[in-house]
Nanobody, 123 residues
Framework: QVQLVESGGGLVQTGGSLRLSCAAS????????MGWFRQAPGKEREFVGAITWPDSSTAYAESVKGRFTISRDNAKNTVYLQMNSLKPEDTAVYYC????????????????WGQGTQVTVSS
């Protein structure tokens, strides 16, 4: 089992930045692929990005490419989502998730989830 706790959400103006963190605990965090997803009101949860272990390969949704960056610090059991040039359409609850391996983008392929953190971008 892996337990995930997100933090770092908040209210920011258009064009601003936020860094989300996801702290992991439980077994062998360092060997997991970590994903970030988001869910806006009335919409389905969608893939934002993911990072693998050990090579830290990354993948991003087209809507965030060039603006968001995922990184991980295995010594701290933490994965980060740096969000720059934020837009109102980025407003959502952001979740981190973990799976055993592979760079995958489907929500149902991630068995472990955090509780989410709210990001609100004002126009």
């Amino acid at each position: 089992q892996v337990q995930l706790v997100e933090s770092g959400g908040g209210l920011v103006q258009t064009g601003g930045s936020l860094r989300l963190s996801c702290a992991a605990s439980g077994r062998t965090y360092g060997s997991y692929t970590m994903g970030w997803f988001r869910q806006a009101p009335g919409k389905e949860r969608e893939f934002v990005g993911a990072i693998t272990w050990p090579d830290s390969s990354t993948a991003y949704a087209e809507s965030v490419k060039g603006r968001f960056t995922i990184s991980r610090d295995n010594a701290k059991n933490t994965v980060y989502l740096q969000m720059n040039s934020l837009k109102p359409e980025d407003t959502a609850v952001y979740y981190c998730a973990a799976r055993d391996y592979g760079l995958v983008v489907k929500t149902y392929e991630y068995p472990y989830w955090g509780q989410g953190t709210q990001v609100t971008v004002s126009s």
